[in-house]
């Protein structure tokens, strides 16, 4: 899969459902989260308020 990113040093990229994880150098962690909605693998028609901001504070 080819990442949206391309960072200095990339060695891994990772997508999930609602977030892009990059590996640098095998050392540092990037994580992107996105606007995609994701709930029991289902597709909900409308977007949750703050749902970006509450899933970084539990990850």
Known sequence: ???PFQFSRQTN???GKVRDVYTIADKY???IASNRIS???HILPKPIPYKGAVLNKVA
């Open 13 to 15: 990229y990772y997508r």
């Open 1 to 3: 899969m080819q990442a």
């Open 39 to 41: 709930a029991f693998d």
């Open 29 to 31: 962690m990037v994580m």
